[in-house]
């Protein structure tokens, strides 16, 4: 006897399309911005939904960013020069770089420096030298203009001399801050530190620590690094400092086994996803690149340390960790540029988060490259000047593709579908 014809239930049916609590549990979980938008124009409720503020943030933070371009400035520069790398461009990357606003060729000012690019911001101050009321801003250069620009309330006092050695935009998402200020000193054994925070228009002291250190670190080089609640920072004593803005308390990360600071360029720290750090090391005519998980590293009481006296730690317990997750010849990779890949002649001047892509200066004849760690694809993105010869940094601008969905007339109903059949 032949079964029964199905029966489909249009009730259940309906009722998953026009429940909103279910449809926001949906939408959260597609990744694929090809599937997000059809699951947007599957009923105007789910439109509706997806187009909340909410919805596309959580979409956008699940989200690859793309390279959209890079801050190229030595210290003799007036202003940075931002440089779009825009090869393979998608519509919406492309169209940015049209719209957007990355210059600053309307801030009529002399030594203009940028601190940091994230989340598709851009932070920048200006000289010292210069008694502006406000010294420090904040760009959105994919705003509308008039509207891409935030002046930051006056800083609190350095420290001391030679600060603030870093500042910082928040890299964690939930973190409502807009930036954080690193001054740091140091005097033979001993380290001081205090984190100023800029949060909701008034600077605090975020927090403050001192350790003695087993090793003095000669001198703390200013291309430091903000990850999920701490600061890293490279020494030209062989070890990387760091400071956990959670407890107040530095602590020291032993970089892997013939490694070695040799000039202020050959080592570079880049940060990666879930607590992964990565470090940048050339060495005669090779790259080496090195991870390590540093969420792992920590759950030792090796190093957990007061804010007065930092003890070391266990010789085997931070080198034997490092990860060598890959080794690249400058000789096949950059030969074509016929540059003597020597040790002196090349340095890391910018690098993307998990060590994706890596700037290189060839200083022999002044190129920059772009170099994609996985293809080992090779690019010459910038040729400095002959008589600009001070060391040059790359900033690189990372762009996640905008949610892009239909608009619909204000009092259609919720039920109605996008499409009559």
């Known amino acids: ?66 390279l959209l371009g890079a801050y190229i ?7 940075p020069e931002f440089v779009p790398l ?21 801030i009529d000012t002399f030594f203009l420096h940028v601190w ?47 600060c603030p050695h870093a500042m910082f935009l928040p890299d964690e998402d939930g973190d409502e801050s807009s930036c954080y200020r690193l001054d740091i000193a140091y005097k033979n054994h ?23 250190l087993i090793r003095p670190p000669k001198e703390i080089l200013t291309r430091s690094l903000l990850m999920n609640g701490k600061i890293y920072m490279l020494t030209m004593a062989g070890y990387i400092l760091a400071l956990d803005l959670a407890n107040w308390s530095f602590f020291t990360v032993d970089l892997p086994g013939g490694v070695e600071y040799e000039y202020s360029s050959n080592l570079a720290l880049c940060r990666g996803d879930n607590s992964v750090l990565y470090l940048f090391h050339l060495k005669e005519d090779k790259l080496f690149v090195w991870m390590q998980r ?26 034997t960790q490092w990860i060598l997750s890959d080794t690249i010849s400058l000789h096949e990779t950059c030969g074509h540029l016929r540059v003597q890949g020597c040790m002196g002649d090349v340095s890391v001047v910018g690098v993307g ?40 940094r790359v900033l ?13 007339a204000a009092g259609e109903s919720k039920s109605e579908g996008l499409h009559q059949e």
């Open 396 to 408: 690189p601008f990372m762009m996640v593709c905008p949610v892009v969905l239909p608009k619909f």
């Open 116 to 162: 940091d690019c994230r989340n598709d911001r851009v932070l920048y101050g200006f000289s010292g030298s210069f008694k502006f009321p406000h010294d420090l801003a904040v760009r959105m250069p994919l705003h509308p203009l008039g509207q891409e620009t935030s002046v930051l309330p006056p800083q609190p006092p350095t420290t001391w001399q030679e």
């Open 73 to 79: 400035y030595t210290e003799d520069f007036s202003k």
């Open 190 to 212: 001993t380290v001081y530190a205090r984190v100023f925070v800029l949060k909701d228009e008034t600077w605090a002291t975020h927090s403050e620590a001192m350790a003695d």
């Open 294 to 319: 540093m969420n792992d590293h920590l759950k030792g009481d090796k190093l957990i340390v007061s804010t007065t006296c930092l003890q070391s730690m266990d010789g085997n317990n931070a080198a």
């Open 1 to 66: 006897m032949p079964s029964p014809p199905v029966v489909e239930d249009e009730d259940s049916a309906s009722k998953v399309l026009m429940d909103e609590y279910l449809v926001g549990d949906i939408l959260k979980c597609l990744h694929c911005p090809t599937c997000f938008l059809r699951a947007a124009l599957i009923r105007k409720n789910w439109l509706r939904n997806a187009a909340s503020q909410n919805i596309i943030d959580n979409f956008r933070s699940r989200q690859s960013p793309h």
């Open 86 to 106: 825009a090869d393979s461009l998608s519509p919406e990357l492309g169209s940015a770089l049209c719209h957007g606003n990355f210059r600053f060729d309307n």
């Open 353 to 392: 988060d998990n060590a994706e892509f890596v700037f290189l200066e060839f200083e022999e004849n002044g190129i920059i490259v772009y170099m994609h760690i996985k293809s080992r694809k090779v690019k010459v993105v910038y040729q400095r000047g002959p008589d600009n010869d001070i060391a040059i």
